[in-house]
């Protein structure tokens, strides 16, 4: 079962918009990342938080985590066409030896030009 | 360094045939994992490989079988072919913990007719 659960499932935005994402998830968690996937292709890693961290930048990312809530949010700033794609969250485990991520179902995000 | 590699990227094949995929992960990596994604599903985690040995697992049948090589390249097999096995297989490889950083290949798409 997924850990993870995106919202908005869908988001569509013009471009130069701001997007948010959010996630939440269910267990302790050791960390938290964000991937990106365009249409059928494999996903590309964004951006990494551990349990112990905030918040984190990436030049137009920026991913707050609230542990207390056990949610996550994504955003993306001045949006280009270029970022239309599906965003997943996905939750590494915190404790024994279950060594895996764990996906959510993803938010389609359109940008229009 | 190279990416993560899949082959074939495309396959198509009938119900009750068997198939072999095959992932090479970027040079140093010795985790592998796979994934099955379809649109109802979402990304469902098949296992995950370290030195040859299977770490984790998902919940799919005995259908769904994998093996990993010294040289830490993967294949996953599937046997007696299912219409519902039609998806996207994703690999991914990562150093050492498969809850850190993934590096996804660009996937084999299977159909079955």
């Known amino acids: 079962s997924q850990q993870g659960e995106e919202d908005p499932q869908a988001l569509s935005i013009q471009e130069g918009e701001n997007a948010t994402m959010n996630c939440s998830y269910k267990?302790?968690?050791?960390?938290l990342q964000w991937y990106r996937q365009n249409s059928g292709r494999g996903l590309v890693h964004l951006i990494l938080?551990?349990?112990?961290?905030r918040e984190k930048h990436s030049g137009r990312l920026r991913v707050t985590l609230d542990t207390s809530k056990k949610s996550s949010s994504l955003l993306i700033t001045a949006s280009r066409a270029a970022d239309t794609a599906s965003y997943f969250c996905?939750?590494?485990?915190?404790?024994?030896?279950?060594?895996?991520?764990?996906f959510g179902k993803g938010t389609l995000l359109t940008v229009n030009p | 360094k190279a990416g993560v590699t899949q082959t074939p990227r495309y396959l198509i094949k009938t119900r009750g045939q068997q198939v072999t995929l095959s992932c090479s992960p970027i040079?140093?990596?010795?985790?592998v994992s796979w994934y099955q994604q379809t649109p109802g599903q979402g990304l469902q985690f098949l296992f995950e490989?370290?030195?040859?040995?299977?770490?984790n697992k998902g919940n799919f049948p005995g259908r769904f079988s994998g093996r990993q090589f010294s040289n830490s390249r993967s294949e996953m097999n599937v046997s007696t072919l299912e219409l519902g096995d039609s998806a996207l297989y994703l690999c991914?490889?990562?150093?050492?913990?498969?809850?850190?950083?993934?590096?996804f290949g660009p996937g084999t798409r299977l159909l079955v007719l």
């Open positions: 991914a490889s990562s150093l050492i913990q498969s809850q850190e950083t993934q590096y």
């Open positions: 267990t302790s968690i050791n960390n």
């Open positions: 938080i551990r349990s112990n961290e």
């Open positions: 996905a939750t590494g485990p915190s404790g024994g030896s279950n060594y895996k991520l764990t």
């Open positions: 040079s140093g990596h010795r985790s």
């Open positions: 490989y370290f030195s040859e040995t299977q770490r």
